[in-house]
């Protein structure tokens, strides 16, 4: 069964916990650090360390995995010009619906991200809340991180996070959660296959679909998705081999040292000196 079909239109709600300004601010602060900013330019500038080649596309930002765009508009509003990349229809659609009401410039492209395409380089890309724990092989990780190369301006910097083997198979794997809410209520069931280090989360949603006060109906869905995990040192390897440079990796919880029980890690990486924007990729 695709993901996030019926339950694209609950998302936000039971997402609702969340801490996207907290995620944007920390994905700000790495952009400053880096390069991808006006005021890292202009001290860069000053000091004399910046080369310039982020002049043109330093705002220029690829949401990879965007879902419905919470975190994108966030950007956007930061002054970032931003363009949203998911592969699922109904999500997307709830992205551009969002966009309409703000009004903000957000380019959406509905596809997938192991064949993304774009028209010209940008200066970041980030690929958040285990969008790349999605793909179950590592080949398309690879595939994902060499378009991610190709697609980056010079020196531009890649963000991404992902869920740990440790997590699928120490937290969360063979658990069962749920929650009961007033419109909403969802069970959240965990099937970890340790072979294949995969974890499968089969949801069961009840959403109120009419009636009154005292006889609501309910309308029951159900979606099946798979995630795999992977280790830091894979992930530096698929870097390496996709021509992008490790930079540093945090542990997602504590922004400090990734240890053997992170459940959660971000890695940034830079594109590679010895390729060039625009590379065709095999």
């Known amino acids: 069964m695709d993901a996030y079909t019926d339950f694209a239109q609950v998302y936000d709600e039971l997402m609702d916990d969340t801490p996207y300004e907290e995620w944007c601010a920390f994905l ?9 900013d006006d005021i890292s330019r202009e001290k860069g500038k000053q000091e004399g360390e910046m080369d310039g080649n ?8 690829l949401d990879l995995g965007c879902g419905t765009g919470t975190l994108t508009e966030l950007l956007a509003r930061k002054g970032y010009d931003m363009i949203g990349v998911d592969n699922a229809q109904e999500m997307l659609q709830i992205a551009m619906e969002k966009r309409e009401r703000s009004g903000l410039d957000i380019l959406y492209l509905l596809q997938d991200m192991r064949e993304f395409e774009l028209y010209g380089t940008v200066g970041a890309v980030i690929s958040v809340c285990d969008s790349l724990n999605y793909l179950l092989e590592e080949d398309d990780i690879l595939q994902t991180f060499r378009l991610v190369n190709n697609y980056l301006y010079p020196q531009g910097i890649f963000i991404f996070d992902f869920n740990t083997v440790y997590k699928y198979a120490v937290v969360i794997g063979d658990a069962t959660i749920a929650e009961n809410r007033e419109d909403c209520s969802f069970i959240w069931e965990n099937y970890y296959h340790e072979e294949q280090e995969i974890n499968e989360y089969d949801l069961t949603v009840f959403v109120a ?9 309910f309308r029951r869905f159900q979606e099946v998705h798979y995630q795999r995990g992977y280790r ?4 530096r390897e698929l870097l390496a081999r996709a021509g992008l440079d490790f930079v540093e990796a945090l542990d997602a919880d504590t922004h400090g040292t990734v240890t053997d029980e992170s459940e959660r890690v971000y890695v940034v990486a830079r594109k590679g000196a010895e390729t060039t924007a625009n590379q065709r990729v095999e």
Do not use: P
């Not at 700000?28 to 991808?36: A, H, N, S, W």
């Not at 830091?232 to 992930?235: A, P």
């Open 28 to 36: 700000i602060d790495l952009f400053r650090k880096y390069g991808v």
């Open 232 to 235: 830091l040192e894979q992930m």
């Open 54 to 61: 982020l002049s043109q596309e330093r705002n220029s930002v």
């Open 209 to 217: 679909a009419g009636g009154n006060a005292q006889d609501v109906v």
